[in-house]
C-alpha cells in the first residue's frame, strides 16, 4: 500500500510480487514460436531489470503453455483459464500455431531448466545461457 498513493491496481500487485503480467509472457512464447533468441535475452533482460522473480518468470512461462494446451484440447476454454478476455484471445491465437508437440517439449524443457534454476547461485546468467542453447524441435 505505501508504494502508491492511489487504488491499487493489478500492475501494483503484480509489481509487489514479482509476477509477471500476462502480456509479457505472450510475447515470450511468441519470441519463442518465432525462435528470436534476441527478442527473449531482451524480455529476460527486462523483466529481471524491473525485480522479477527468475523461477516465477519460468513458472509463468510453464503456465501460458499449459493454458496453449488447454486451448488446443478444449471448447471451451474460459472454463479451465482465469485472465482477461484480451489476454485469452491471444493465448486461443498462440494455440492455432504454436504445435502441440513444441508445447509439450516447450514444457518439459522449462520444468528441467526450473528445477536446475532452484540451484543455480547466478540465475540471469542460467537463463540468458538457457536461451541462448535453447533447441527448439523442428
Known sequence: ISMTEKIIETDDVLACSGILKDEAVCDIADCIHEKDTSGILNIIDKVLTEGKNPSQFLSSLIYHYR???????????????????????????????????MVLYVIKELSMAEATLKRISQPKAYLEAFWKEYRPLK
Open 67 to 101: 493454458n496453449i494446451l488447454v486451448c488446443s484440447n478444449t471448447e471451451n476454454p474460459e472454463e479451465y483459464i482465469q485472465c482477461d478476455s484480451s489476454i485469452l484471445d491471444r493465448i486461443k491465437k498462440q494455440s492455432g500455431y504454436i504445435n502441440i508437440n
